[in-house]
Structures are given as C-alpha cells and as structure tokens.
C-alpha cells in the first residue's frame, strides 16, 4: 500500500518506490498494485502534504516517466479520495485511465452472499439479507457473513448451522462505512 513505502529515515522512502519499480521490471511482465495511492501521492497544493511525501511523489513520478521503459509493467491504483490525487500522476503516460468501482448493486451483493456461503451452511434467506445490505461494500458484507458465523459458535461450539438471528446481530455490529456525501463526491468527481 502507499502508506507502507513511507520510512523514518531520510531517503528510504524514495529508495522503497525505486525498489518497487526495479523488482517489477524484473520480472516483467508484472503488475504494481498501489492501494491508497492518494497517501503517496496526495496533492501538493493541498497545503497538507510532507516533505517526505514530496520526495516521495516526485520519485513515484520519476519511475513512470522513466529512462528505463516500463513496458510489460502495468500501474494500478486504487484510492477512496481521487480528488486528493496529485493531478501530475493523472497525465497520459502515468496513471492513464480512471475506474470507478461503486458500491455493489443487488446481484452483485447476492453473488457475495452466494459465494460466502459455499463454506458456511445458513439458514436465512438471502434475498433478505441483499435488501438489508443496500450500502455495504463488498468488505462489509463479508465482515457480516464472518461476523455471524462468530455469533453462532459463540452461542454453540456444536453450531452446524448460522441462523437468520446470527445474521440479525451482525448486521447490527457492521454499519455501512460509505457516507452519500462520498458517493455523491464521487460523482462530482467523475463529471469533471
């Protein structure tokens, strides 16, 4: 993830990025997956960024832009703030393209639920619980199945079986973590 790259010592952090990129040009062809990327390359004009996280950013540019090809390397990055991404990261040449991945609808949901369930025998009726679920992410979702499958050994170590109450209660425990204010900047941010 972005933020795993920041060291404490001066220069380590640039040198990780440098690192990162040599090993995937390696064994090209390879993919460089950044998680958080708005944590490494936050925007500079935002008045909030570090020293280090400068560095940090103009190195992370070096490597896309440089001398060595990064052909058969392919960038992903992924970030729940893309208005806090620098924009000199979304030039064509760098991070090209931009995927906007919403919360899942109601078949996606289901197919969640579905695949959860190939290793957890329910008693509960999952259209229910897709209707119940309008909101969460995929994570969520899968922190409820987990979280119910807890409550029922809590309740029996013998539990063959995660009942609607179990799943009652972890719905209660897992909250929806996405408030409509970031869905709606979201869509602001993708008409721009």
């Known amino acids: 993830t972005g933020p795993e790259l920041f060291s404490?010592?001066?220069g380590e952090s640039e040198r990780a990025v440098r690192e990162v990129?040599?090993?995937?040009r390696q064994v090209a062809p390879s993919i460089i997956f950044f998680d958080e990327i708005d944590a490494l390359g936050g925007e500079r004009s935002s008045g909030s960024t570090s020293s280090v996280q400068?560095?940090?950013?103009a190195?992370?540019?070096t490597e896309l832009d440089g001398i060595t090809s990064l052909s058969d390397v392919t960038i992903v990055a992924a970030t729940n703030r893309p208005d806090r991404i620098d924009k000199a990261l979304l030039r064509p040449g760098r991070l090209?393209?931009?995927v906007y991945v919403p919360l899942p609808d109601e078949n996606t949901r289901r197919e969640i639920f579905k695949i959860r369930f190939t290793k957890m025998p329910v008693l509960v009726?999952?259209?229910?619980?897709v209707k119940r679920t309008d909101g969460y992410s995929g994570a969520e979702i899968t922190a409820i199945c987990n979280e119910a499958a807890m409550m029922a050994l809590e309740e029996s170590l013998d539990s063959q079986i995660v009942e609607e109450k179990h799943f009652d209660g972890a719905l209660h425990l897992v909250q929806p973590r996405t408030p409509a204010s970031m869905i709606k900047m979201f869509d602001e941010y993708l008409k721009n």
Request: without cysteine; glycine residues 0%.
């Open 8 to 10: 404490k010592w001066v």
């Open 21 to 24: 990129f040599r090993k995937a």
């Open 54 to 57: 400068e560095r940090v950013l």
């Open 59 to 61: 190195q992370l540019l």
């Open 96 to 98: 090209d393209r931009m």
């Open 125 to 129: 009726d999952i259209d229910t619980l």
